[in-house]
């Protein structure tokens, strides 16, 4: 598969193929022409939700950016199934600190490799904060599978502080105690009690991070 700089030369090669100056494709895909012009040069990571829509604006498939050709007729057979691409909604921010509240309002979409992706219900969530850490960086995507429950020692989406406030840290399970443990030491666990309850949203399945 590509890195980002060896998508940036690709496209920047189709552009010269199809005669297509980047203000044409920044203005196909939305975006203003600086920001393509830093993907162009390679001092931005192109975002992979930016992938299906630059490869519409360019009459690729996303696989034909995402893959070298050569690999991709190489394994033509299973080069769908490779580079799927599947839509998850963005529902906010949730904390990796102290909780933060609650907002369910989509802000958008994360355009994710669906390979290695389990089936159910996915959401995405930014993270804030560095109580993950080192496991999950303040910014980075959290693919979160809606689920009621998770196994001992999982990171999960949990709503907190009477449902109005969300967090994500690890479940410990000790008996009839639940514990939200942060990963970074520096932080403080919750206790889940009668008086302190806790809601499961969801399991944290992935976690990505732009580098630019």
């Known amino acids: 598969m590509r890195d980002s ?4 030369k690709f496209i920047e090669k189709e552009l010269y193929r ?3 100056k980047p203000i044409e494709l920044a203005n196909k895909v939305g975006l203003d022409r600086s920001t393509i012009s830093r993907y162009l040069k390679g001092t931005r990571k192109i975002p992979m939700d930016e992938i ?3 490869a519409s604006a360019l009459d690729l498939s996303p ?10 007729n190489k394994y ?3 080069i769908q199934q490779v580079a799927r691409v599947q839509r998850i909604p963005i529902l906010g921010t949730i904390a990796c600190g ?7 309002n989509m802000e958008g979409y994360n355009y994710e490799i669906a390979d290695g992706l389990p089936s159910g219900d996915l959401i995405t969530l930014i993270a804030k904060g560095d109580s993950m850490e080192p496991t999950i960086q303040s910014g980075s995507k959290v693919i979160v599978r809606a689920q009621s429950d998770v196994e001992n020692g999982e990171i999960a989406a949990v709503r907190v ?3 109005t406030e969300a967090t994500l840290k690890r479940v410990k399970k000790q008996g ?11 932080y403080e666990p919750i206790i889940v009690t009668e008086n302190n309850p806790a809601t499961i949203i969801g399991k944290a399945v992935r976690v990505t991070r732009d580098l630019i």
């Open 52 to 54: 299906p829509k630059i």
């Open 176 to 186: 009839n105690i639940v514990i939200l443990m942060p990963d970074n030491p520096k």
């Open 5 to 8: 700089l060896e998508i940036a």
């Open 161 to 163: 502080n009477e449902e």
């Open 76 to 78: 033509a057979t299973n």
């Open 63 to 72: 696989a034909e950016l995402l893959i070298d050709g050569d690999l991709t």
């Open 98 to 104: 102290e909780p933060i509240l609650v907002s369910e």
């Open 18 to 20: 199809k005669n297509m």
